[in-house]
């Protein structure tokens, strides 16, 4: 016989009623189990070990032992007899969305507010699986390449990124800030270790509303010093993007297949500078340049077309950003400084990371905190390292739902989020 | 010959004058190496690359060529002789904190206000390595058993730990507080992958001004279902304990050499119910019995002695914590319904872990909420989860600076932060 009996818990996904049997899905961990219930072969019992008379339910949680058959007409080539079953939670109500279907028959709207319940969904859940799998690769990636993890304070004095877009909050009687990014300490860390990572949340009370806009996101934020040119913080990043992906398939296999993912090829990204990529993109596609220090996100998306069809990348890294446009730890091109040692990344259409070397010395921070009117005095302890000394060095930040939506072809940024806050929603 | 040229890059960690040569210590991002500097063999470049006249100073960045050199009585076995060093950038100003000792010479409070550069006294930046080390243990071990990372916001809109110790902020004209744990998020996820974990910071605007107390911290949190009973969290605990520490001399051995780290034994950490340790200190140590439902700090500290005196363990799982003293959501005991299916774990005197068994029915959460005078309309999408069905579960959350604390015997859980937050700093 090719049987065996095994034993298996999760929840009743689906319940499909048939003449005399039921089919019955079974959501584990990992998948969606096809189960034949045939009611006299299966003993059923309740949470409290009595026998159970009345018809199982959807979302019920169970333990189940089941004779494991082959069956070439399932997803997996095998389905499940159970024999015995012990429920161990029955649900008080009834699911307010249908989640076990292939997707959610409902708005994004509604798939949010029922995210605790939605997030069941196979499709649903498959992102966040392959979410952690892109951590995984990063952190293994970033830890083979000497990067410390460090873990850095969101309540702070002062902002990195400057400008109205912050959330204030009351200290024990004083104003603090949550962090836009953890700029200024991972700075001073590269003056402990060299090297440092960090992934985790950052807080921008900006009010866009727009799809590719979180007001707290997780930033893969990383830094290192000893750097020849910004060139070494690309490089470094393509590769730590190479590996992850490569690192996949080990990982969520099955959920890769379920999404239907097209794993992009990540080799020699090409460069292009700033100005040349607004003149490249007006030209092909007869634009006018309105606003001439930034790319607006038609822009992004025309670029990645244009990048893509001369070369075959969907990711480029735009260097050499208005100096105008970047923060006051920006270093300036020696012979241009105009411009920004400094680069983003774009990926499919969208820019998914910032970066670039930092100013390192102290006179030349200083000046450039005075040009834009900055009061020193408020920048002490960051202002400590470029005083008593530090290497070359540089950074970049990738906001971790950005990468995971473009890498799925996601329409709107929430939907790599667990529970995405935005001006409308701070709940669930 | 036993000598080989060598290329390396640091800072100048400190310079001791000789006649006719220099002392000088190489601070790379691992190590200190010990450089004999002759004048005259050495040809010394400044930033811009011209021949440099003036003497060297410490925290210089500099790039070295050097012979590497025999030399038995150096901490390693070998000294660097160097022959060409480029310096990369000159500090500004002194350090203002001597940095170079084996331990700074100053007040916590002197050490902290000048965090930045003193973490790169090698004793104080040893701690973080050994701490990004557990963090890579407990994230290996938590991943080998099927746990997935998540990433929950930190924004919220209602506290999971009830109290006033919760801090407040204006979220686009809406009240939002700064989530006190991930314990909401957690249980929904176990919904989704039955075995979820997050390591990220948590916030408590508690007003205490302790050595233990930090406002903001960082919470290993896991949380799993399908368990029997709370005992099996506390022995995934103990394992994920295990894991990590036995894995620490791969990762840093020169630090735990460095602070002569006691590495404890992890197994079969022993149980004691809370009344029972109350009772046994009491009687063991003559202390009259105050606070019936909670250990105090002093109490936490005899148990453990009183522990260690009977089995050997530095460790100990304190049970069955008064309901009177634990969350809404904390799982009675039925027999016993005055207490919880809960544990703390003491580790050298000092709780580094609450957890517990979660109610997992919507009408035993509800009837507990409303007992205790809750409004369940403020939890409705926490709730959503129990009316729609969930397994029996459980989860625990530790905090990292804690554990590491007791693990390198620091007296102050500060000195185990890299940027601490307490009532009074906010800074750097």
């Not at 007899?81 to 009834?94: C, K, Q, T």
């Not at 996101?217 to 070494?232: A, H, K, P, Q, R």
């Not at 540089?394 to 995405?420: I, K, Q, Y």
Request: hydrophobic fraction near 40%.
């Amino acid at each position: 016989m090719n049987e065996k009996i095994i034993k298996t818990h999760g929840s009743i996904h689906r319940i499909r009623k048939m003449s005399g049997f039921s089919f019955l899905i079974l959501r584990t961990a990992h998948r969606l189990i096809q189960c034949v219930l045939e009611p006299e072969k299966c003993e059923i019992f309740s949470p409290d070990g009595r026998p159970w008379k009345e018809a199982l339910k959807e979302e019920m949680c169970i333990r189940m032992e089941a004779l494991e058959v082959a069956e070439p007409r399932s997803r997996t080539g095998w389905e499940l007899h159970p024999v015995r079953i012990r429920i161990l939670s029955v649900p008080a109500e009834a699911m307010p969305v249908v989640i076990h279907g292939k997707e959610i028959p409902a708005s994004l709207e509604t798939i949010l507010d029922n995210r605790p319940l939605t997030l069941r969904n196979e499709r649903e859940r498959a992102v966040f699986r392959i979410q952690d799998a892109l951590v995984r690769g990063f952190t293994e990636f970033l830890q083979q390449q000497d990067f410390v993890q460090v873990h850095t304070p969101k309540l702070v004095s002062q902002g990195a990124e400057g400008g109205a877009n912050i959330f204030r909050l009351d200290y024990f009687g004083k104003e603090a800030y949550l962090a836009q990014s953890p700029q200024f300490y991972k700075q001073m860390m590269v003056g402990v270790y060299e090297r440092v990572f960090e992934i985790g949340p950052v807080f921008r009370a900006e009010k866009h509303d727009t799809a590719r806009h979180l007001n707290e996101y997780t930033s893969v934020d990383l830094e290192m010093g000893y750097i020849e040119g910004f060139e070494e913080l690309c490089r470094m990043e393509e590769a730590m993007i190479r590996h992850a992906l490569e690192g996949l398939k080990a990982i969520c296999k099955e959920e890769l297949d379920l999404l239907q993912v097209r794993i992009p090829r990540v080799e020699a990204i090409p460069f292009i500078r700033f100005h040349e990529a607004k003149e490249q993109v007006a030209k092909r596609y007869h634009r006018p340049i309105r606003e001439k220090d930034d790319l607006d996100p038609e822009e992004e998306k025309l670029l990645c077309r244009l990048i893509g069809e001369e070369t075959g990348s969907e990711f480029v890294f735009v260097t050499h950003y208005p100096t105008a446009k970047r923060p006051f730890y920006a270093m300036e091109d020696e012979k241009e400084p105009q411009v920004t040692k400094s680069f983003d990344l774009l990926f499919r259409g969208l820019e998914v990371t910032t970066g670039g070397q930092r100013i390192h010395t102290y006179a030349d921070q200083l000046a450039k905190m005075k040009a834009r009117g900055m009061d020193p005095a408020h920048f002490e302890s960051y202002l400590m390292i470029h005083k008593a000394g530090m290497p070359p060095h540089g950074g970049l930040g990738m906001g971790l739902e950005r990468f995971t939506a473009r890498l799925l072809e996601l329409d709107n940024v929430r939907r790599a989020c667990l529970f995405p806050r935005d001006i409308h929603r701070l709940i669930p």
